[in-house]
C-alpha cells in the first residue's frame, strides 16, 4: 500500500545542512491504521509529506498504492493521488468560498467520479452534517470543519488516508468525536490510515504505533 526504503531528507540552511529523515523504512499494510508519534520537529510531517508524494526525498525509495513515486514527476504523483488518497490536515484547509457541500463535492467532479452529488451528500450524512451542508466554513464550528474535510477525503473511497494532527486544533470532546468518525470510516472504507499524532488517545486505538526520534521510526508502546 504504501512503503519507504532508505528514506532519508536533508535540507541546508543558515547554520548548515540539516538531516530530518536518515535511512528509514516503513511499510504500511492494506486496511492498516498506523499512528506516528514524536515531539515537535522530529520529521513526523516531513515523512507524511514523502509517503503522499507531496514532497521529495533526498535519499531512498517511496512506494505508494503500489507504484514507486521516484518514476513518476509531479504531474504523474498528482494524479496517482487522485481519488486514490485522501488528506486530513490539522488547519482542515477548506475552501472558504465554497460550502461544506461543495467542499466534498469538487474533488469528486474533478476526478470525475460517477454521481458525485449522491456521493457528497453520502459522505456528509455519514458525519452528521446534511443540515449544516448549505454553510461556509467561516459558518461552521472548528469540529464541524474537520468532518467536512473528512467527508471530503473519504468520499472518493481512498485506498489510503494521510492525516496529520487531525485533533490538534480541537477541544478534548470534539477530538474524541473525531477519533471515532476517522476510525469508523477507514472502517467502512477499507482503508489504510496513515496518522500523526501527539494525542496518546488517538495513538492507541491504531493497530500499530512508531515512536520518531532524531529522524529514525522504534516500535511505540
Known amino acids: 500500500m504504501s512503503k519507504a526504503v532508505g528514506l532519508g531528507k536533508h535540507v541546508n540552511g543558515p547554520a548548515g545542512g540539516l538531516t530530518i529523515l536518515e535511512r528509514l523504512d516503513l511499510e504500511i499494510r492494506a ?17 507524511l509529506g ?6 521529495s526525498a533526498s535519499a531512498g525509495e517511496v512506494w505508494l498504492c503500489g507504484q514507486r513515486l521516484g518514476d513518476l514527476d509531479e504531474d504523474g504523483r498528482a494524479a496517482l493521488r487522485s481519488g486514490r488518497v485522501g488528506f486530513v490536515f490539522q488547519s482542515f484547509q477548506l475552501l472558504p468560498t465554497l460550502t461544506a457541500r461543495e467542499n466534498v463535492l469538487l474533488p ?8 458525485a452529488a449522491r456521493r457528497a451528500d453520502e459522505a456528509l450524512e455519514r458525519v452528521g452534517l446534511i443540515p449544516r451542508s448549505g ?7 472548528g469540529g464541524e470543519q474537520q468532518r467536512v474535510a473528512i467527508a471530503r477525503a473519504y468520499a472518493p473511497r481512498p485506498e489510503v488516508l494521510f492525516a496529520d494532527e487531525p485533533t490538534g486544533n480541537l477541544d478534548q470532546m470534539t477530538g474524541e468525536h473525531i477519533i471515532d468518525l476517522l476510525l469508523d470510516l477507514r472502517a467502512d472504507a477499507g482503508a489504510a490510515l496513515v496518522l500523526v499524532t501527539h494525542d496518546p488517545r488517538l495513538a492507541e486505538r491504531c493497530d500499530r504505533r512508531l515512536h520518531m526520534q532524531a529522524g529514525r521510526l522504534e516500535p511505540g508502546p
Not at 108 to 115: F, K, N, Q
Open 135 to 141: 454553510h461556509y466554513p467561516r459558518q461552521l464550528s
Open 108 to 115: 469528486l467532479e474533478l476526478t470525475g467520479v460517477r454521481h
Open 50 to 55: 514523502l509517503l503522499a508524494g507531496l514532497d
Open 31 to 47: 486496511g492498516e491504521a498506523v499512528a506516528i508519534l514524536g515531539a515537535s520537529g522530529s520529521g513526523k510531517s516531513t515523512l
